[in-house]
C-alpha cells in the first residue's frame, strides 16, 4: 500500500467533513434563531370616511310641570283625579271651599257703594266750585279720596277674582297627574294639591363636551333609544342649547326633544341620545390590532416596516363593528399586527405568519 498516497486522501475527507460540519451548524444556528423571533400576522390598513356621531345617556324627562296649588290655605271638598291619570288642559282637578268667596263678595260691594258715596260727594264739591261756593281744597281732598275708593274696588276685584280661582282648581296643561298630596276635607299646606306634567312631547336634557360646542345646532336631529324598548329608534330634535358651560365638568346642556303620541315612553326611564356631527376621513383598523397598555388606559398599535415593529400610541374614535376609528397614531398604508402582540416590543424583529 502507498501511505503517501493515502494520507492525502484522509486529509482531504476530513476537512470535507469539517466543511460541511460547519456549514450545517451554521444553517441550524440560522434557523433556530429564525425559530425564536415573535411569529405576526399584518394587515394593511386605509382611510374611510366615518360619521362622527357622540352617544349620551340621560333620564326622559317631561316637557313642563305644573303644581296645582291654592294660593291660600283652604279646605278641599274634592279632587276629581288619581296618579296616573291623564288631564286635558281646562279640566276641572279638585274644588274648595267657598266661604271666603262669599266674604271677599261682600267686600266688593261695600268698596263699590263707597265709591258711589265718594263719586257723588267729589261731583258736588267741583260743581259748587263752579258758582263761588265751595274752594279748589276741597275738591282736591275730594279727588283723593276718590282715587283711594277706585283702588280699593280694583283690590277687592282682584282678590275676589283669585278666590274664585282658588276654589276651583283646573290643569293649565295636558298631561299626566304625576302626584296627588291630599285627600278632600284636608286643609291645603305647603305641598301641591296636584303636580301635572305634559307628557308629549318629552324632553331628554344631556350634557356635551365643551370641544363639540361649535358641532350642536339648535333643529339638528337626535336619535333616541329607550332601555325599556331595545333597539328601537325614537327620533328627536336639538330644542334648546345652553348658553353656558359648566366651569367644573367643562359641557354645556343640550336639552332633546322627542315626540310621545303614542304615549309609550314614560318621565323617569332611562334613554340614550345619538348626535351625528358629520363625517370625517380617518383611519380604520381591525379590533384585533388594539392593545391596551397594562397599567394605563393608553391604547396602542404595533406597525410592520422591513422585518421590525414599531409602537405607535394611537387616539381611538368610535368601534365600528369589529373595527376601531383611529383619530391619530396610524398612518394610512401601514401594515399593522392584528396577531402575536403579546411577545412584541418597540423595534422588534419579527417573522411573517406563512
Known amino acids: 500500500m502507498n501511505f503517501k498516497r493515502f494520507i492525502p486522501a484522509v486529509c482531504l475527507l476530513l476537512i470535507a467533513g469539517g466543511v460541511l460540519s460547519s456549514c450545517s451548524d451554521k444553517k441550524e444556528k440560522s434557523d433556530k434563531e429564525e425559530n425564536t423571533?415573535?411569529?405576526?400576522r399584518i394587515e394593511k390598513v386605509g382611510e374611510e370616511d366615518v360619521d362622527q356621531t357622540a352617544t349620551y345617556t340621560?333620564?326622559?324627562e317631561?316637557?313642563?310641570?305644573?303644581?296645582?296649588?291654592?294660593?291660600?290655605?283652604?279646605?278641599?271638598k274634592s279632587i276629581n283625579v288619581d296618579e296616573g291619570m291623564r288631564v286635558s288642559a281646562g279640566q276641572v282637578l279638585a274644588t274648595l271651599d267657598d266661604v271666603n268667596t262669599t266674604n271677599y263678595e261682600i267686600q266688593l260691594d261695600n268698596a263699590r257703594?263707597?265709591?258711589?258715596?265718594?263719586?257723588?260727594?267729589?261731583?258736588?264739591a267741583v260743581e259748587l266750585l263752579k258758582i263761588g261756593g265751595g274752594t279748589q281744597q276741597n275738591v282736591d281732598?275730594?279727588?283723593?279720596?276718590?282715587?283711594?275708593?277706585?283702588?280699593?274696588?280694583?283690590?277687592?276685584?282682584?282678590?275676589?277674582?283669585?278666590?274664585?280661582?282658588?276654589?276651583?282648581?283646573?290643569?293649565p296643561i295636558a298631561g299626566v297627574v304625576?302626584?296627588?298630596?291630599?285627600?278632600?276635607?284636608?286643609?291645603?299646606?305647603?305641598?301641591?294639591?296636584?303636580?301635572?306634567?305634559?307628557?308629549?312631547?318629552?324632553?331628554?336634557v344631556i350634557n356635551v363636551s365643551?370641544?363639540?360646542?361649535?358641532?350642536?345646532?339648535?333643529?339638528?336631529?337626535a336619535k333616541v333609544t329607550i332601555d325599556t324598548y331595545g333597539d328601537e329608534v325614537f327620533q328627536g330634535h336639538v330644542s334648546l342649547i345652553s348658553p353656558t358651560i359648566d366651569t367644573q365638568s367643562r359641557t354645556f346642556g343640550v336639552e332633546i326633544s322627542i315626540n310621545n303620541s303614542d304615549n309609550r315612553v314614560l318621565p323617569g326611564m332611562f334613554g340614550r341620545v345619538t348626535l351625528n356631527f358629520g363625517n370625517e376621513r380617518h383611519v380604520v383598523v381591525p379590533d384585533r390590532a388594539v392593545v391596551k397598555q397594562a397599567g394605563s388606559a393608553d391604547q396602542y398599535v404595533y406597525t410592520y416596516s422591513n422585518g421590525k415593529v414599531k409602537y405607535n400610541k394611537v387616539e381611538l374614535g368610535q368601534r365600528l363593528g369589529d373595527k376601531y376609528e383611529i383619530i391619530s397614531g396610524v398612518a394610512p398604508g401601514s401594515d399593522v399586527v392584528v396577531t402575536g402582540q403579546n411577545r412584541l416590543s418597540n423595534g422588534a424583529e419579527v417573522t411573517l405568519a406563512k
Open 37 to 40: 423571533k415573535p411569529v405576526v
Open 58 to 60: 340621560a333620564t326622559v
Open 62 to 76: 317631561p316637557e313642563k310641570v305644573n303644581n296645582i296649588s291654592a294660593m291660600m290655605s283652604n279646605r278641599i
Open 113 to 124: 257703594a263707597q265709591l258711589r258715596n265718594v263719586q257723588i260727594n267729589y261731583n258736588r
Open 141 to 171: 281732598q275730594m279727588e283723593i279720596q276718590l282715587t283711594n275708593a277706585k283702588n280699593a274696588v280694583a283690590s277687592a276685584e282682584r282678590t275676589l277674582r283669585n278666590a274664585r280661582e282658588n276654589t276651583v282648581l283646573t290643569s
Open 178 to 204: 304625576t302626584a296627588r298630596n291630599y285627600d278632600p276635607g284636608d286643609m291645603t299646606g305647603a305641598l301641591p294639591i296636584l303636580t301635572v306634567a305634559q307628557v308629549n312631547p318629552l324632553k331628554i
Open 210 to 221: 365643551e370641544s363639540e360646542f361649535s358641532h350642536v345646532k339648535k333643529g339638528m336631529p
